[in-house]
């Protein structure tokens, strides 16, 4: 059983859609963070989310933490291209564990 | 500034061998952790180290070892290699370890065992 569940796991959209992904558990978080990682690279950072309720926005990625700290999500306004990647969840204070990740494509 | 780096990039091995990946973190950063990233998977953490001192440690076989040298670099051992070790392994640097600290990935380490 997955820690954090992240849905969709694979997720094909054209260019300008619009589109939400998932991370999910039953435990409650002190903190969660998102990763994106490209073909052949590491995984890099986009936020962290510590509060209730907090939501972060970065460019047009929208990030929010569930009320309960159980869940998160990332909101992608307007996909471009160079959003294709596969993005991953990750609890760091406690389990040090990642989400299986969403596999992202944006078709031109 | 230099960021994570990671050796060998590629490394292909027969089961049974052993193998030692080599990582160097990020200038000041004392804490570095190790993943093991399966194709089509999330990583999966394997150790983490802070001022050579193991701070945590997953999920794995104890064939898995590793440690932290002074200058904060590390190294992961996997002895007696098998064939459902092929992965890529990661290594990721932070300033300290504990919460809502940001880690900074290496491009990896892709070990294929045949």
């Known amino acids: 059983t997955q820690l954090l569940e992240q849905s969709p796991q694979f997720l094909s959209i054209q260019e300008g859609e619009n589109l939400t992904v998932y991370c999910n558990s039953s435990s409650v978080f002190s903190s969660l963070q998102w990763y994106r990682q490209e073909p052949g690279e590491g995984p890099v950072l986009l936020v962290t989310v510590v509060t209730g309720g907090e939501v972060k926005k970065l460019k047009r990625l929208t990030f929010q933490f569930g009320d309960a700290r159980k869940d998160s999500s990332l909101h992608i306004t307007a996909a471009q291209p160079g959003d294709t990647g596969l993005y991953l969840c990750?609890?760091?204070?406690?389990?040090?564990?990642f989400g299986q990740g969403t596999r992202l494509t944006i078709n031109p | 500034d230099a960021g994570v780096t990671q050796s060998p990039t590629h490394l292909i091995k027969t089961r049974g061998q052993h193998v030692t990946l080599r990582c160097s973190p990020i200038s000041g950063h004392k804490s570095v952790s190790w993943y093991q990233q399966v194709l089509g998977q999330g990583p999966q953490f394997i150790f983490q180290?802070?001022?050579?001192?193991?701070?945590g440690r997953g999920n794995f076989p104890d064939r898995f070892s590793a440690r932290q040298f002074p200058n904060y670099s590390s190294e992961l051992n996997v002895n007696a290699l098998l064939l459902g070790d092929s992965a890529l392994y990661l290594c990721?640097?932070?300033?300290?370890?504990?919460?809502?600290?940001?880690?900074?990935f290496g491009p990896g380490t892709r070990l294929t065992v045949t």
């Open positions: 990750f609890e760091g204070a406690q389990k040090l564990v």
């Open positions: 990721a640097s932070s300033l300290v370890a504990g919460q809502h600290y940001e880690q900074y």
């Open positions: 180290y802070y001022e050579k001192e193991e701070r």
